[in-house]
């Protein structure tokens, strides 16, 4: 029974890519099927099926991607690296709209199997050369990773007529840090810089918790320093004063004032004392309302652990020189070699119950 059903879900996926009327009637079944069944084999040809879908009716399928990306949560390594490789074909090849599940993505760059973060990584590479592509879904990617929790509902998916759930996670410091890292050095405009310094400052007001707060800061100390950086922080420092009061966020933001101070004088120097005076009145406040900071830390900027924020900004810029160099080998190694490299190592080819490899051009 269970290789007739899987028999026939290829069959059907097959004339689905012939008949609009049959696409529509029949899709959600083969949706439910790639959240439902059992057999791996299966789940990984339905994603390959469902990306020709997207490539034949792309206006059918764009409500349904959600299941495709919920693949990349999948707990056989199979299926999510070829959840990977479709979606990087969609994504790459404008195929499918960016949207808010992109952060599923951002989350494989950490998965515990190389291949698949080695495909998420050159994802994101290669996203980074499609103009502002990868800039516009950062404080999307950014948000979503800061509320992801097992009681977030962030990670509910209403877009389709039926709710399609992508298992919960906690992204833990460390994750969120080592992500973050790998994509904020794709930032190195200073244009760029200073607008999404300006947007994660409009999101500390939405923040509801303190994770949520630190990794803000995080994001917004990784970035690049200069004077406009620096008078964005300036104009909109009421948005994340309140936020002041935890260590961490003060210490992450503070930290840029010390980073400012390397930079040529002239008007940036008005901005940065202006902003470390900010710095300085709102730890003062945050003392006289009981706040939570620690004086005995000793959080005043004159004397923060320097050592520490010179090694953070070496790193950052050891990150983005690798990026630039990266860059220019680019034409050494292209996302038709690795997948095709990683394929064949790892012997991943979706096949059909016959044995036979399913001739997908996609993949």
Not at 74 to 90: G, K, N, Q, W, Y
Not at 94 to 102: A, E, S, Y
Not at 215 to 236: N, Q
Not at 302 to 310: A, D, E, F, W, Y
Request: hydrophobic share 35%.
């Amino acid at each position: 029974a269970e290789y007739m059903g899987s028999a026939a879900c290829l069959a059907l996926s097959r004339f689905s890519l012939v008949s609009w009327t049959i696409c529509e009637r029949y899709l959600q079944l083969l949706c439910t099927r790639l959240d439902r069944s059992s057999d791996a084999v299966l789940r990984a040809n339905l994603c390959v099926a469902l990306g020709d879908v997207a490539t034949r009716f792309p206006n059918l399928m764009d409500p349904w991607t959600p299941h495709l990306y919920a693949r990349l949560r999948d707990h056989s390594p199979f299926v999510r690296t070829t959840a990977a490789m479709v979606l990087t074909h969609l994504v790459l090849n404008d195929m499918v709209k960016v949207r808010g599940q992109i952060s599923e993505m951002a989350l494989c760059i950490v998965d515990e199997t190389k291949s698949i973060s080695d495909k998420a990584k050159l994802f994101f590479y290669e996203l980074s050369m499609k103009g502002n592509s990868l800039y516009n879904i950062l404080p999307d990617i950014i948000s979503k990773l800061a509320d992801s929790s097992p009681d977030s509902p962030s990670l509910m998916k209403e877009e389709t007529k039926f709710i399609t759930t992508i298992p919960s996670v906690d992204v833990g410091e460390s994750t969120f840090k080592s992500i973050m890292s790998y994509l904020l050095a794709f930032i190195s405009k200073d244009r760029q810089c200073e607008s999404l310094v300006e947007k994660l400052c409009f999101r500390f007001r939405a923040s509801r918790t303190e994770k949520q707060s630190r990794y803000l800061a995080f994001c917004i100390a990784e970035l690049p320093t200069h004077d406009r950086v620096v008078k964005k922080l300036l104009e909109h420092f009421n948005c994340f004063s309140d936020k002041l009061v935890d260590p961490v966020v003060y210490d992450l933001m503070s930290s840029l004032v010390f980073k400012a101070r390397k930079l040529p004088k002239g008007d940036a120097k008005t901005f940065i004392d202006e902003l470390e005076e900010k710095f300085r009145e709102a730890l003062k406040k945050g003392d006289e309302e009981g706040g939570d900071l620690d004086r005995s830390k000793s959080h005043d900027i004159s004397i923060i652990n320097k050592t520490q924020l010179i090694k953070s900004t070496q790193k950052g810029r050891q990150r983005r020189t690798n990026v630039r160099s990266t860059r220019g080998r680019r034409n050494k190694v292209t996302l038709k070699d690795i997948l095709q490299s990683s394929s064949d190592e790892e012997n991943i080819h979706p096949v059909d119950n016959d044995g036979d490899i399913l001739s997908q051009s996609r993949v």
